[in-house]
Structure formats: C-alpha cells, structure tokens
C-alpha cells in the first residue's frame, strides 16, 4: 500500500457524520494533490471500500461536493491495513536497533 493511498484513508477514518470527507478536504488533509487523491478514491469504490454520495444541500455558487465514507467492510479493511503496516514499521525498527 503506497504512502499517499495511507494518507487517504487515515483522513477517512477521522471522517465522522457531522464532518464528512470530501475530495478537497481529503487533498488539503492529506497533503496531496487532486491527481493523486481522485485515482485513490475511485480505487477504493472500485474495491469496494468506500462509497459516495453527492451533497444534499450545496452552497450557492459551487457545484455540490461529493461525499465519500466507508463501507463496513472498508472500514475494517482499512483498520487492518493501517495496523499491520504499524506492526511491521515497529519491527523494522527494532530490527534497526531503533525504539518500536
């Protein structure tokens, strides 16, 4: 899993009803540009792991922001590809004579 497809889900799982992610969002949380964070996005709906849904109410002046959120499968996906990547940095550290 690339290094910008961790950032993306780290700012999705910090997601919460009340403060949704969306793909601007996503970018300036992620530090990442739209040609990175879009291609990741549309991966994960592709697998399955998240949906999207377009805003119900949109600010005049802009076009609706599109919304994007876990699957309950993703979630757990996502849970699990961040703790075992955790798990392995820890390790190698270790293995470095680093503190893990």
């Known amino acids: 899993m690339t290094k910008p497809t961790i950032s993306v889900l780290e700012v ?11 793909g601007l969002r996503i970018c300036r949380e992620a530090d990442l540009g739209p040609g990175t964070v879009y291609p990741i996005l549309n991966r994960l709906e592709d697998r399955g792991w998240i949906t999207s849904r377009t805003e ?21 996906r996502a849970t699990e590809a961040l703790e075992a990547r955790k798990a392995r940095r820890s390790s190698m550290l270790r293995l470095a004579g680093g503190r893990g």
């Not at 949109?58 to 993703?74: I, K, N, Q, S």
């Open 12 to 22: 999705l799982l910090a997601a919460t009803g009340d403060s949704p992610a969306w």
């Open 56 to 76: 119900a109410t949109p600010h005049p002046g802009r076009p609706p922001r599109l919304f994007y959120e876990f699957t309950g499968a993703g979630r757990v």
